[in-house]
């Protein structure tokens, strides 16, 4: 079977690989480009621990094709941080304990990150529904919607004193 | 948003401790916010192959035959497994894993030999080159089945004509014993007082029958192994799992191998819960290793996690309780019968030593059914056994309350149990923190907080023993005066971050230079699992241990540089002080670094090393307060304010003892309101994803307010008692009152489901 | 999954040419949410995917004189965020809004939620109401059709070989009109619909309702559209009598199953519940209209 030729962006960097045309996007990230931030947690889009940006869209990457990807900008847990300082979120994450085991973590500060890049201040409400499709098993949620709130207002306050 | 929370918690004692009770940011964090930390299948060999599981499509069946040769023919394909390839065990039981365990039902359990008894139930592996490869050569494994009768539930398992599971299964407890097979594995019973006559003398008496479905776990991460086995035999095995002695342990039983050939690295664990305090595809794994030579990575899909990974029981109980008009307690019986899955081991017996222990009963009865039908095997599931008689017991107790128009919470108090009060399992608890965490409930703003309409509150308690075991330590000083802590503990909750904390406590040393490893089993000695929310307990007694045992040695090594006696040297701060004054001999402190620094002067590497059993672990209580708000035209439910109090001993790290508390909390809410398995009439599982097996999702929640109650447990240093089971007791009872007052009918059966909720709110409203 | 192929082409003749010259299977591809959980599955089996994506008016929203043509590969995310139609079409966009969560919202397309063939997507109940038409293209030409009309029973559709749903076509918002779509599930969020209703409705300056479309999903083998429903709301101002009346034919309307999701008793009950409450949400936007 003739293997389908991809040509893409992956946090910033240009990536060309050859693929299964039936391969998913997560099955690239983490097979090819070794980026196993991104997790399979339930392979059909109910737990979002796969969560990538595609185009700064929150998308499950196991439900894309690694042949969509092409002509896109795709950003993984791997790209959040800039070099080895951590984004705001992801250090809030761990100054409010909002992480146990930590497998859907990766997942939660993406989707994160896309709610925050859209609205900057949002309520409890919309931060809990926009990461429905995030599942946890281990915090029941309570420290990671704090996080996400508690993040928000420091970049809130970051963006206007720089 | 702050910790408002913070101000609520009760400290029983003010001592002052450098790091113990504070928040720091966890050792292992970074890591896992940046999606760095290496779980089971994150790892990659060079060489490294693909298996696969092929399962039966049967809930229950004989296997006829088994033809492979199609896919041995298929080139990629390097190793093929099935039942026949692995060891015939005896049938009994042994020591193992959190409770007895029957090993030869582990091991048929992993892969079938004459029959499958579940859908899901694996029936032969095979590891090729390629997932591709893989999954077409497991297409072309022919497996030839005479389908059996099958039973599900477990009243139907129990009945006389049901389908037997296990041709030689005779019902153990049972005087005589039966001279027929069932699916009735054993009863166990525990008992003190008279009921008979508790019952006489009661003046109310509430009895009535509840039922819970089989729910799983849930952790967000599968199943996930690395097999390697060398030339010379030597097993390596990089896991998900619980324990890392415990998966070495199993995979030498079920493989016929000598422990020391095998060693197992814990991976980073994406959830356990119990779950993963068992093995299931790690035999698997290291067979198809040995036969193809090459490391072999085996995942379970989701589907496959929820098919054939241990649920934890459904169940039916049965409670009677009597008291007195005045709401004294005076008698009380559970019958409880739990579904095992396929093999017999359900928690039934802890749901028997449990359902009771929060209350001063001095009559009480449990009798405790182990039932096998053609579901996956149960596995440990958080405080096993607990959360489903606490419902019955908890739901009785609250229909006593309306019964004598008590207040449920005062009727709590007037009964609960106390230092000296005797349990139905034996032992006198010694102190405990239970009515203090009902005077916390009492005192919180929840609970006086006005309700609107459709609304109503619910409260409910819970208990679980907890345990201490086996735990080793080694605390290695660097020779920059850094330390090294190192343990045999899967991190489930963030225990690395309390191991630390402890050992800085016990040095007096920075935390940012104690740094916490975990290592694999040939790195420390024997640990028994994580779990029975033992690791903080006793994991955490032996890093204390080990600590205390550098102390000395570095007060002997401060001495030698002095050269004085240890007797003369005090440890402070981190730092050796000497006591002894001598003129012209100036001894200002020697800190930790510059102790390490001449080490190698001084007697050579400085390192503690601990191995204990330890014993002294405190039971913890919880009670739960919830609120609901139901739709009475659609049995929507929802919780829109929840508090968990529980006694803690003392939080190393309240945030994430918090947190267990938070999660157990949303599990038992899940438990409560949706989560179900549901089977055909084929008896194969319907929902096998997240879309259909409805776990709380973020919007469905509120924020979950929690109290530390802090009665330190005097069996250990830092008075920690386990914390990460009791969470889940609850809840249960907590949500089922607080619907049954919101509609004002008694719901008996979990999940509240709506359908359910409707019918039975329409059903009443019918019935006038 | 072997031998799967992948096409994406640039333009609607060369996608027809593709499908029509696949080999028996090929699928198209939209926003993947449904057919990546199918071919993960094992449930189908596609010799060739052909990624619409590629063509422009299928990625398009266009605001006309009409109303708005919608190309068919447009995620409902994209379509929530456009501005003019959320505003005149609140009911359809928070159809949208309920497919699966955040991160489906950003795949899942108008032509995939209705040619999946589901009797639960929730978009579809919403568009029928709304009187959404439909463009589908294929080998022997174009037609227009009603949404209703599209799939016949669940995972089917008129659709045949070399054919697919290119553009949605939803008028603009008469005046005093508004819709709504309500579904009912056990959580908050990510279930499929147990039981759903979308209604669009106007009224005249007297409050009286003048037309009206009700769509009730996962309640019978495809979306229905409900003349008696209709019937219960024109002539009336949506009194309580009413919407009792609208609610009975819902429940009347109903041919649901039993199944992991919900009970045929359960669904009947709830449906009137959702009808009901739909065309209350719909009567007060159309006030505000």
Request: charged fraction near 20%; aromatic fraction near 6%; proline fraction near 5%.
């Amino acid at each position: 079977m003739a293997k389908h030729h991809v040509t893409t962006t992956v946090n910033r960097e240009p990536v060309e690989l050859l693929c299964d045309p039936s391969a998913t996007l997560l099955d690239v990230l983490r097979d090819e480009l070794g980026l196993i931030g991104s997790k399979e947690g339930c392979g059909t889009g109910d737990c979002g621990a796969c969560s990538v940006l595609m185009d700064g869209r929150l998308v499950c990457a196991c439900l894309v094709l690694a042949a969509e990807a092409t002509g896109h900008e795709i950003t993984t847990i791997e790209g959040i941080a800039e070099g080895n300082t951590l984004h705001t979120l992801q250090q809030q994450f761990l100054e409010d304990a909002a992480l146990q085991c930590g497998i859907c973590t990766p997942g939660f500060i993406v989707a994160a990150k896309a709610l925050l890049d859209r609205n900057p201040d949002p309520t409890e409400t919309e931060v809990r529904f926009w990461l429905a499709g995030n599942l946890c098993r281990c915090t029941g949620y309570d420290k990671i919607i704090r996080a996400v709130m508690n993040a928000a207002a420091k970049m809130r306050e970051e963006a206007v004193h720089g | 948003m702050g910790n408002e929370q913070e101000a609520l918690n009760l400290v029983n004692e003010q001592v002052e401790y450098k790091w113990v009770g504070t928040r720091p940011i966890r050792p292992d964090g970074a890591d896992k916010v940046t999606g760095r930390a290496t779980f089971g299948a994150d790892i990659d060999l060079p060489g490294m192959l693909t298996g696969v599981v092929i399962r039966s499509p049967h809930a229950h069946a004989r296997i006829i035959s088994i033809d492979t040769s199609a896919a041995a023919a298929l080139p990629g394909v390097l190793g093929i497994v099935t039942g026949a390839d692995l060891p015939e065990l005896p049938n009994e039981v042994a020591a193992g894993g959190e409770a007895p365990i029957n090993f030869r039902y582990v091991s048929e359990n992993a892969i079938a030999r004459d029959k499958v008894l579940y859908d899901g139930h694996a029936v032969a592996a095979v590891a090729a080159t390629s997932v591709e490869i893989a999954h077409e050569a497991a297409s072309l494994i022919k497996v030839n089945y005479e389908v059996l009768p099958h039973v599900i539930n477990v009243l139907d398992a129990m009945a006389d004509d049901a389908p037997v599971l296990h041709e030689g299964l005779i019902t153990k407890g049972v005087e005589p014993a039966p001279t027929k097979a069932s699916n009735i594995a054993g009863k166990t019973e525990f008992a003190m007082g008279d009921i008979e006559k508790g019952f006489a003398e009661s003046e109310v008496i509430i009895e009535r029958s509840y039922t819970t479905e089989a729910v799983h776990q849930g952790y967000i991460e599968p199943h996930a192994v690395v097999a390697s086995v060398a030339a010379d035999g030597m097993v390596n095995i990089w896991c998900s799992s619980q324990g890392q002695f415990m998966i070495r342990e199993f995979c030498a039983k079920l493989l016929g191998m000598d422990i020391g050939r095998i060693r197992v690295t814990p991976a980073e664990i994406g959830g356990g819960f119990g779950g993963k305090t068992t093995v299931y595809l790690e035999p698997l794994a290291v067979v198809l290793a040995q036969k193809s030579g090459r490391p072999v990575r085996m995942v379970m899909s989701r589907g496959e996690v929820m098919r054939a990974t241990g649920p934890t029981s459904g169940t039916h109980v049965h409670i009677k309780l009597g008291a007195k008009r005045d709401g004294t307690f005076v008698a009380g019986e559970m019958v409880l019968k739990y579904q095992a899955g396929a093999y017999p081991g359900s928690p039934a017996f802890l749901g028997g030593m449990t359902g009771f222990s929060c209350y001063e009963l001095p009559n009480a009865k449990a009798t405790c059914w182990d039932v096998v039908s053609n579901r996956p095997k149960c596995a440990a599931y958080r405080a096993p056994g607990a959360p489903m008689a606490s419902f019955g017991v908890e739901s009785a107790i609250d229909e006593l309350a309306q019964t004598l128009g008590m207040d449920p919470l005062e009727l709590r108090l007037k009964n609960a149990a106390k230092e000296g009060t005797a349990t139905i399992y034996g032992p006198k608890f010694l102190q405990i923190g239970y009515v203090e965490t009902l005077l916390a409930a009492k005192a919180h703003p929840h609970w006086s907080a006005p309700l609107g309409p459709n609304q109503g509150r619910g409260i409910a308690c819970g208990f679980w023993f907890n345990i201490g075991g086996p735990s080793s330590a080694s605390v290695h000083v660097n020779e920059d005066g850094s330390v090294s802590v190192v343990t045999g503990n899967p991190d489930i909750g963030g225990s690395r971050a309390s191991m630390a904390i402890m050992a800085a406590e016990v040095l007096g040393m920075e935390l940012s230079k104690v740094k916490p490893l975990i290592g694999d089993t040939g790195q420390i000695a024997y640990s028994f699992l994580t779990g029975g929310s033992r690791v903080t307990f006793a994991t955490g007694m032996a890093v204390c241990d080990a600590a205390k045992d550098v102390v000395r040695q570095l007060r002997t090594r401060a001495a030698k540089m002095w050269k004085v006696t240890a007797e003369d040297v005090e440890w402070r701060d981190g730092s050796a002080f000497c006591t002894k004054v001598e003129e012209g001999k100036d001894r200002a402190p020697l800190t930790l670094a510059a102790i390490a620094h001449a080490a190698a002067r001084t007697g050579g590497p400085i390192s503690g090393n601990v191995s204990i059993n330890a014993a002294g672990a405190g039971p913890g209580f919880g009670t739960h307060i919830c609120d609901v708000e139901v739709d009475p035209e659609t049995g929507a439910t929802r919780v829109i304010r929840y508090t968990a109090i529980q006694d803690v001993g003392r939080a190393i790290h309240p945030s994430y003892v918090e947190g267990q508390l938070q999660g157990g909390a949303v599990q038992g809410i899940g438990w409560a309101l949706n989560e179900e398995y549901v089977y055909d009439a084929n008896g194969r599982l319907q929902n096998t994803g997240f879309l259909d097996y409805r776990m709380p999702v973020a919007s469905d929640l509120p924020m979950i307010d929690t109290v530390l109650v802090e009665v330190p447990n005097p069996g250990h240093p830092y008075g920690v008692r386990g914390v990460g089971e009791v969470p889940i007791v609850p809840p249960l009872g907590a949500v089922a009152n607080a619907v049954s007052h919101a509609v004002g009918l008694r719901l008996t059966s979990l999940p509240i489901s709506p359908p359910k909720l409707l019918a039975a709110i329409d059903g009443a409203k019918a019935a006038g | 999954m072997n031998a799967v192929e992948y096409a994406k082409p640039q333009s609607i003749d060369d996608a027809i040419r593709c499908l029509t010259n696949a080999p028996a299977g090929a699928r198209v591809l939209a926003g993947g949410t449904d057919l990546l959980v199918q071919l993960r599955a094992g449930v189908v089996r596609p010799p060739l995917i052909v990624d619409l994506k590629g063509i422009t008016e299928l990625r398009r929203i266009e605001s006309t004189a009409e109303g708005f043509r919608v190309g068919a590969a447009v995620a409902g995310a994209e379509l929530s965020e456009h501005a003019e139609f959320s505003r005149q079409w609140p009911g359809i966009t928070e159809a949208f809004n309920l497919i699966g969560s955040t991160q489906i919202q950003g795949r899942a397309t108008l032509g995939g939620n209705l040619c999946n063939g589901s009797p639960a997507a929730d978009s579809v109940p919403a568009l029928i109401a709304a009187g959404v038409r439909c463009i589908v293209v294929g080998p022997s030409g174009s037609r227009e059709m009603a949404v209703e009309d599209v799939v016949t029973a669940p995972g089917k559709t008129v659709l045949t070989t070399g054919e697919f749903v290119s553009q949605f076509l939803i008028p603009a918002r008469a005046a005093h009109s508004g819709d709504a779509y309500l579904r009912f599930i056990p959580r908050t969020e990510m279930d499929i619909a147990v039981a759903s209703a979308g209604v669009c409705l106007t009224l005249n300056a007297a409050g009286v309702c003048t037309a009206a479309r009700v769509s009730l999903g996962a309640v019978a083998p495809r979306a229905l559209l409900v003349a008696a429903c209709a019937d219960a709301l024109i002539g009336s101002t949506l009194d309580d009598a009413a919407l009792a009346k609208l609610a009975a034919a819902a429940s009347a309307a109903c041919a649901p199953i039993n199944d992991k999701r919900g009970t045929i008793e359960f669904r009947t009950k709830v449906a009137g519940v959702l009808a009901r409450r739909a065309a209350t949400i719909a009567a007060q936007r159309a006030r505000g209209n």
